[in-house]
């Protein structure tokens, strides 16, 4: 089973199994977190939001009710998750288009969107470099993307372990795929294939952008330590997620 195909099985019976329970809150700390950083990087005369591998599209359903003036399109390649995102979208008086689609090679024009998000989603098949281009690809001139992967931290090379989760490091990438794909058959794997990265590795994947912005997506259990004056000695080693921001 290649890794797309592993993730899709996943994902579509994750969410065959969540259909009736899924819902849309505006004060949910996720929702609030995602609204603030595009609310930061989106160009005020974007007209064209694109969020690839959007599962239930709760964060496009967010940015419709909170940019009014946004075309919104929402992909993802699991029926079963476009299915719950229609149905949200229609309990919100909200529009937008839904396509069910491979991110490596999305079927949309050449300079289609002026802002694409993608949070946690390019790192769920080995060909990650291919769903980044096609994002530079989909992109106006001066259209921005931003984009979110898991980290290689203490976290994902502990808890994320018991998840599947392969950290991309150089020469021992294979040692970690082995073991839980061929050792566990994938038994661990729950979010179907998932890498995860480094900072110099994600600056690598968006080469082909300007304006280039790597950081540390902060959230959950580092949000509420960021209240204390230890939060910043730990930050750097919890944080298990990167955010990217560039501009085409």
Known sequence: MTS??????????????????????????????????ISRYIKPSSSRFLEAGCGTARTSLDTALTHR????????????????????????????????????AMPFKDGTFDFIFSDGAIEHFEE??????????????GGRTFITVPR?????????????NIPKIPHLEWIFEFIHRQVFKSSLMKNGFEYSFTRFQVSKLMTGFHYVDVGLFHGGLISKLCRLELAVKLQSLLCCLIYACGEK
């Open 152 to 164: 290689i931290s203490i976290p994902m090379l502990t808890i994320g372990q018991f998840q599947g």
């Open 4 to 37: 797309i195909e592993l993730t899709a099985k996943t994902w579509e019976s994750v969410w065959n199994q969540q259909a009736s329970v899924v819902s849309y809150n505006s004060n949910d700390k996720s929702m609030r977190i995602n609204r603030g950083y």
């Open 69 to 104: 003036q946004l075309d919104v399109t929402c992909v993802d390649i699991t029926p079963s998750a476009l299915g719950i995102a229609k149905r949200l979208f229609k309990e919100n008086k909200a529009e937008g288009n839904f396509v069910c689609a491979d991110l490596r």
């Open 128 to 141: 990650t470099e291919k769903a980044v281009s096609e994002i530079h690809r989909l992109l106006t001139h």
